[in-house]
């Protein structure tokens, strides 16, 4: 069976920090990764998707990048934090010929 | 602009209750829309999937209203563990890249 993990739990960065969060999944080749973000009381953002290595898809322009150095790792980075970076990020994974979307636990990130 | 609405809710319901929830969609294009669940500090987690005029398992019943652009929800004899916020959900073409509405919580009370 697949599964999708997403470390970590969580986090605590101050202002100006650099990010990387990771996710992994298992069981499955060349799926569809998506990377979200859910703001307190909002809905989730689609923030970048990719169809496969190397191929990144932005959403949303901001501080923020992604990159896919394998067929199953895909991962959220930043250079400089800023405080509206605080959120739960989601990582989720679409199988091929499929059109759900399965998500990771999340890391839920809170910039000071 | 691709967006989905619902009420935010919260939806107070007494166990065992009957409870309906709608979502109205702008894509008139999309062929797929999805149910999930999300616990509070959760990750959402797919409840159903709706890909004709609608879908039931068990005590959950969707159905798809193309001409209104509209999809609902309905929980009969809801459980306390049924407490949760519900996104409504629509699939666009291409990537397969998904529009979530903001969820409308449901409470659950014995």
């Known amino acids: 069976s697949q599964t999708i993990h997403q470390w970590p739990a969580t986090l605590v960065q101050p202002v100006g920090s650099p990010l990387s969060l990771e996710c992994t999944v298992e069981g499955t080749s060349n799926p569809n990764l998506y990377w979200y973000r859910q703001a307190a009381g909002r809905g989730l953002q689609l923030l970048f998707y990719?169809?496969?290595?190397?191929?990144i898809s932005s959403e949303v322009p901001q501080n923020l990048s992604a990159s896919r150095p394998q067929d199953r790792q895909f991962i959220l980075s930043s250079k400089k934090l800023l405080l509206s970076d605080s959120g739960f990020y989601l990582c989720?994974?679409?199988?091929?010929?499929?059109?759900?979307?399965?998500f990771g636990p999340g890391t839920r990130l809170t910039v000071l | 602009r691709k967006e989905v609405e619902q009420d935010p809710g919260p939806f107070n319901v007494p166990e065992g209750a009957t409870v309906a929830f709608n979502c109205t969609y702008s894509?008139?294009?999309?062929?797929?829309f999805f149910w999930y669940r999300q616990d509070c500090r959760k990750e959402p987690k797919l409840l159903m999937s709706?890909?004709?005029s609608g879908n039931e398992d068990g005590r959950f019943t969707a159905q798809l209203n193309r001409a209104s652009q509209y999809i609902s929800l309905l929980i009969r004899d809801s459980k306390l563990s049924d407490s949760a916020t519900y996104l409504c959900v629509q699939g666009n073409s291409g990537y397969s890249t998904l529009t979530f509405g903001k969820g409308t919580m449901l409470l659950v009370s014995p």
């Open positions: 894509n008139s294009a999309s062929q797929s």
């Open positions: 989720a994974w679409r199988p091929l010929a499929r059109n759900e979307q399965f």
């Open positions: 990719s169809v496969g290595i190397g191929q």
């Open positions: 709706v890909y004709s």
